[in-house]
């Protein structure tokens, strides 16, 4: 199986909408790939790729949680008083935890004298595979409101997909933004990154911290451009990041605000009918299915041509 990682070191960086047109440009070119939406805070690649409703759902499990048992409850006070997150209030002669303060340490269990706080699986969310316009399937997950999004959680849709896909098939995963655990555990063991640069200050900077961690976790990677256009400046420290990581450039997709109305259309890039733009985003599509070697390669190896919006 191949997985491609569509990645950027912070929000707002195009990854998703990168995603959705790489799984519509794949689609096109008769190529089959199920997605994985990995940024499970704010999974929305389902829009884009116009998912149906979800045709399996399971439990996602984030650890244990703690309960207090009422009836073995004497109202002592203990394990409020062990509690160092406040989680615990006495009403009515009995504890009672609130689960959004809870930590889940489980100290006020250890000092409970008559065992009344006991350990329950923390239901967390749901995993979730949905049909779309383009490709096989979408695994994705939802997660509970307050609860936080995490490495295991990243770890279940990359494999829900993995399982959808099958030994020779193909995943393509849009990446939670940041550097954090959830960002780790879809970029690890990925075929090949793709790094969304936004030609930006914050998004160089930020590509920067998720290469240097990419590099880490020792996963191939190469760069697309985004919002390249507005300030040759940028575009050049953007295009020396990626020099300097020894990283090709497989596109450079300018600023176009047709973009962000296909976006909220509920569309991909190449939906937005701006014909240099869209095209500067099938030549990139085209060159990282060449590098992971999905379609013959076309053009020799290097940095993608600059392409501007009219
Ligand atoms: S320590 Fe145990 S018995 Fe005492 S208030 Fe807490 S839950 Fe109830
Ligand atoms: S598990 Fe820890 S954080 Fe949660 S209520 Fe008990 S002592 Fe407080």
């Known amino acids: 199986m191949k997985t491609i990682v569509v990645a950027s070191g912070k929000g707002g960086a195009g990854k998703t909408?990168?995603?959705?047109?790489f799984m519509a440009w794949l689609?096109?070119?008769?190529?089959?790939?199920?997605?994985?939406?990995?940024?499970?805070?704010?999974?929305?690649?389902?829009?884009?790729?116009?998912?149906g409703e979800p045709s399996e759902?399971?439990?996602?499990?984030?650890?244990d949680a703690w309960e207090v048992r009422a009836e073995a409850c004497t109202g002592c006070g203990a394990c409020a008083a062990a509690c160092r997150f406040d989680a615990i209030s006495l009403a009515s002669g009995a504890a009672r935890i609130d689960p959004f303060s809870c930590e889940r340490c489980g100290a006020c269990a250890d000092v409970c004298p008559t065992g009344a706080i006991k350990s329950v699986p923390a239901v967390a969310g749901e995993l979730l595979r949905s049909p779309i316009a383009y490709g096989e399937a979408l695994a994705h997950g939802e997660l509970i409101p307050g609860?936080?999004?995490?490495?295991k959680l990243v770890r279940q849709v990359r494999e829900s997909a993995a399982r959808i896909a099958g030994h020779e098939g193909l995943v393509v995963v849009d990446a939670p933004p940041g550097i954090g655990c959830p960002a780790m555990a879809?970029?690890?063991g990925a075929g090949l990154l793709v790094?969304?640069?936004?030609?930006?200050?914050?998004?160089?900077?930020?590509?920067?911290?998720?290469?240097?961690?990419?590099a880490i976790a020792k996963v191939p990677a190469v760069a697309v451009l985004n919002k390249a256009g507005l300030s040759a400046e940028r575009d050049s420290e953007a295009r020396n990041l990626a020099a300097e990581r020894g990283l090709d450039v497989l596109g450079r997709i300018p600023f176009d605000p047709a973009f962000r109305l296909a976006a909220e259309?509920?569309?991909?890039?190449l939906d937005s009918g701006a014909p240099g733009p869209v095209e500067a985003v099938r030549e990139a599509c085209a060159a990282v299915a060449a590098r992971a070697g999905l379609i013959p390669t076309t053009s020799p190896a290097g940095d993608a041509p600059e392409r501007t919006a009219p």
């Open 195 to 214: 790094v969304l640069v936004e030609a930006g200050a914050s998004g160089i900077r930020d590509a920067a911290r998720l290469l240097d961690n990419a």
């Open 265 to 269: 259309r509920g569309g991909t890039w």
């Open 17 to 21: 909408s990168f995603t959705a047109s």
């Open 186 to 188: 879809a970029i690890s």
């Open 57 to 63: 759902r399971s439990t996602y499990i984030a650890g």
């Open 27 to 51: 689609h096109g070119q008769g190529i089959r790939a199920v997605a994985a939406d990995a940024d499970v805070d704010a999974a929305n690649l389902g829009l884009a790729l116009k998912a």
């Open 147 to 151: 609860e936080d999004a995490s490495g």
